[in-house]
């Protein structure tokens, strides 16, 4: 009698397991693929991409691609501190109070503007609480030459060839840990320098 109860508890035991360990896959990458609709249409394609220009029917050269404008300019600070900042509504509103003012998403910015309101972006890439992530400290690292060892490519992707933005990696703890491991990063693998 005592036999099929210790297998009973064996198989409820290893099906406990399994259950924890599939959820602890599926939630290490939970954020990978998040897109979230933004309260204004932001074409990252046509402001941050290259440009291409083309002739049109009329002979005019019209600019069918990007304006190629820096992630820095929107994004500013990722190299003087932790956080890499939303735009604000005065960096939109640098180009369109001149730029695109017949266009409803400019009408709309420019209301948030008067207002003195930021618009209201949601946040795409964003850690726990527990991690401390330092834009700075990746941004500045440079190797023994003085190259960056990191760009903002590495951990978000191309963005400029996206219509919007979304998590293109885990960023979970073996992620963060496999690029702190590689070759010639020399970056700390210790608990305490992500979780203070």
Known sequence: MKRPRKLFRFVLLVAVLAALGFLAVRTSRVRQGYEPHQPMPFLHTRM?????????????AVNRG???IPCLYCH????????S??????????????????REWVLRLKEFWERG????WVKVHDLPDFVFY????????????????????DCHGKVEERE???????????WCLECHRRPGM???????????
Request: glycine letters at 10%; aromatic letters at 4%; one cysteine or more.
């Open 66 to 68: 990007g304006f190629g």
């Open 164 to 174: 919007t933005v979304r998590v293109e990696n885990n960023f979970n703890m073996g």
């Open 117 to 120: 309101e930021p618009i209201p």
């Open 186 to 196: 020399d970056a700390s693998t210790d608990c305490v320098a992500c979780h203070r």
């Open 134 to 153: 330092d834009h700075s400290a990746h941004l500045n690292a440079r190797d023994g030459e003085g190259a960056r060892k990191l760009d903002c490519v």
């Open 48 to 60: 941050a991409g290259e440009p291409r220009w083309e002739v049109d029917a009329e002979g005019k």
């Open 76 to 83: 500013t600070m990722p190299h003087k501190g932790r956080h």
């Open 85 to 102: 900042t939303l735009p604000s509504t005065d960096i939109c509103m640098n180009c369109h109070t001149v730029v695109g003012q017949d």
